[in-house]
């Protein structure tokens, strides 16, 4: 019996998942970790590991379909994956303390998540991320992260995707490399540049530090890097969050994500993929909180131009 579901948002076409059993997760401040070696899920820890989230949004235990129609109150069960990646046996570790060949074995988890959701035909799009502190939510300090198999786009990558498949089809070429050469062409909001992948806080930033790292090659899928391109986001995102905790002398809260192509659906080769890192910290003291023109009217309002978020990205990356 499932006790998440998907619910319809009539006037926006927004869909909205629902999952009271999270509630039930346990406080991070609890003295028992699930993610520590020796504990049930992870018996003995040797390299990063998938398991399934105890309290997961989404679940494939039924058939994925509607179970309630009409205009206004539509919904569906919560069909989908939810799995964590315990990325080390270090419970005090993080993410940025891990070495190169650490966070390539994580990403290859990442990487091989991807590969078996999508064998799903129900699967429309894969989010793997990580949520590190309080400040975006996250309940264990065990060092994890997680995938997400959804059986929709999300809305933000859906009107990415809607962009891009627009572009492609107008002038045959793919937006995030055209984008790219213009960047490269302004250089400001670049913080960091190898032979395969590009770092910018983009002109367009919601958040102040909000950093994309796109591979140079057009691909869509963490499956398609090759070793060289998954190199070097394991040496860069690291690397971008000490820059951002340098600014604020603290170890800021962050979420870290893979925005991949979605499945199962046309016209999806036009998708170009991308690291994102999104911190809620807005200078020292205090956080970027949603108002009334962001939660009402959806506009942000960022009081940092990119360009000037980039250049102490850039000064402080090590
Ligand atoms: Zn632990
Ligand atoms: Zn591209």
């Known amino acids: ?49 998938r398991i399934t989230n105890k309290y997961p949004s989404l679940d494939n ?20 994956f939810c799995e964590l990646v315990v990325y080390t046996k270090k419970h005090d570790a993080m993410f940025i303390d891990l070495n190169e060949e650490e ?6 988890e990442w990487r091989d998540a991807t590969m078996d959701f999508a064998k799903d035909s129900n699967i429309k799009y894969i ?6 502190g309080e400040d975006v939510g996250a309940t264990l ?14 809305p933000i990558v859906e009107k990415e995707f809607n962009a891009a ?30 032979d395969h992948i590009i770092g910018i806080v983009p002109y367009f930033a919601k958040y102040a530090y909000d950093v994309y790292i796109y591979p140079k090659r057009h691909y869509g899928l963490l499956h398609h890097s090759t070793q060289r391109e998954m190199e ?20 800021a809260s962050y979420s870290l994500s893979l925005n991949q192509s979605p499945l199962n659906t046309p016209g999806s080769a036009a998708f170009h993929m991308y690291f994102k890192i999104h911190t809620p910290q807005r200078n020292k003291e205090s956080l970027k909180l949603l108002g009334a023109v962001e939660t009402s009217g959806g506009t942000f309002i960022n009081g940092t131009l990119p360009e000037q978020a980039a250049k102490s990205l850039r000064n402080n990356l090590e």
């Open 103 to 108: 966070i390539l074995a994580i990403f290859i």
């Open 1 to 49: 019996m499932a006790e998440s579901e998907i619910r319809r948002n009539p006037f926006t076409n927004e869909l909205i998942i629902y999952s009271p059993a999270r509630q039930k997760r346990p406080d991070r401040k609890e003295e028992y970790c699930p993610l520590c070696s020796g504990s049930k899920e992870v018996p003995v820890f040797k390299k990063p590991l």
């Open 165 to 194: 498949v627009q572009y492609q089809k107008e002038r045959k070429q793919c937006m995030v490399c055209d984008y790219i050469v213009a960047e490269k062409e302004e250089k400001e909001r670049i913080i960091y540049e190898d």
């Open 61 to 80: 235990r039924e058939d994925f379909k509607k179970v309630k129609t009409g205009t206004f109150f539509e919904k569906s069960n919560p069909y989908g």
């Open 232 to 251: 070097s986001f394991s040496t860069l995102l690291p690397k971008v969050i000490q820059s951002v905790n340098s600014i604020f002398n603290k170890k």
């Open 127 to 132: 989010l793997p991320f990580e949520n590190y």
């Open 141 to 154: 300090i065990h060092p994890h992260g997680q995938i997400y198999g959804f059986p929709f786009i999300p």
